[in-house]
């Protein structure tokens, strides 16, 4: 089974910036609250794409700084 690791990823991303907050992170990234929260709180199994980029857009940041992905034998 592998496990995607996003949400611990985001919120180290979140305090190197000094973003406290789902909303700071929405107005840096036009990503809305709700679908941050649910990355966040592990709420949600697929994340597109698209907002992905928009989060490290926001971020200045690689997707792979986001997404890590743990292979459990």
Same mark, same amino acid.
């Given at each position: 089974?592998?496990?995607?690791?996003?949400?611990?990823?985001l919120?180290?991303?979140?305090?190197?910036?000094?973003i406290?907050?789902?909303?700071?992170?929405?107005?840096?990234?036009? !990503? +809305?609250?709700? $679908?941050l929260?649910? %990355?966040?709180? @592990?709420?949600?199994?697929? !994340? +597109?794409?698209? $907002?992905?980029?928009? %989060?490290?857009? @926001?971020l200045?940041c690689? !997707? +792979?700084?986001?997404?890590?992905?743990?292979?459990?034998?």
């Amino acid at each position: 089974m592998n496990d995607v690791i996003i949400a611990q990823n985001l919120i180290v991303l979140m305090a190197k910036k000094n973003i406290r907050t789902i909303l700071e992170l929405q107005e840096r990234t036009g !990503v +809305s609250r709700v $679908t941050l929260g649910k %990355i966040i709180n @592990g709420k949600t199994e697929n !994340v +597109s794409l698209s $907002t992905l980029v928009r %989060i490290c857009k @926001g971020l200045d940041c690689d !997707v +792979s700084d986001l997404v890590k992905i743990k292979v459990v034998v």
